[in-house]
């Protein structure tokens, strides 16, 4: 029942955002690329990976999936003693604006506006620099309703990503208890 009832949680958002975000469907986005680094197209699918955890900044909300290989690896205990996530393992993380749902009965916050999505990828041969971790950014225009790629370079994340989370893999987020 907990793990129905945070995968209704976890899939909420993302159809909030298939709404609020319907214009960026007409926008080509195999062809969208950071210059320089990762293109859309390499994350295809993330839309069905398994939500890992959501996160709450003071003005949005967060949702971190991970694809299979990923998932495996989190069940599996990572990251955890020194161990790495194995090649190949991808997490998106999908930012909304939020606001307060007027309807509920109690105080809850929902997703509003797509603000970004942000993608990275462990393949260590093509990142030797950042320690595995190929990283992409993507920005939401609310007017145009396109996605536009933000930053340069597979490396354009890795700045936030380094020493307060090095014993973690350099990810940010744990897979928590369900």
């Known amino acids: 029942m907990q793990r129905r009832l945070f995968r209704s949680i976890a899939i909420a958002p ?3 955002a298939g709404v ?14 950071v210059p320089d680094g990762l293109s859309f197209s390499e994350f295809k699918g993330y839309e069905g990976w398994q939500a890992v955890a959501v996160s709450q900044t003071a003005e949005s909300l967060k949702l971190i999936s991970a694809n299979r290989v990923m998932m495996q690896a989190y069940r599996a205990g990572l990251p955890a003693s020194g161990k790495t996530f194995p090649e190949g393992s991808k ?10 749902n007027t309807v509920s009965p109690y105080f809850v916050m929902i997703p509003e506006t797509l603000k970004s ?17 190929g990283y992409a950014k993507f920005v939401f225009d609310p007017a145009s309703g396109a996605l ?24 940010f987020t744990a897979y928590p208890h369900r």
Not at 20 to 33: E, I, M, T
Not at 117 to 132: M, Y
């Open 14 to 16: 993302v159809l909030a």
């Open 148 to 171: 536009r790629p933000s930053g340069r370079g597979t490396d354009c994340g890795h700045a936030c990503h380094t020493a307060a989370v090095a014993a973690q893999d350099f990810i």
């Open 20 to 33: 609020s975000g319907g214009a960026a469907a007409a926008q080509d986005l195999a062809a969208l690329k």
């Open 91 to 100: 997490i998106v993380k999908i930012e909304w604006s939020s606001r307060r």
């Open 117 to 133: 999505l942000s993608f990275i990828q462990k393949d260590s041969k093509r990142f030797p620099k950042t320690n595995g971790w």
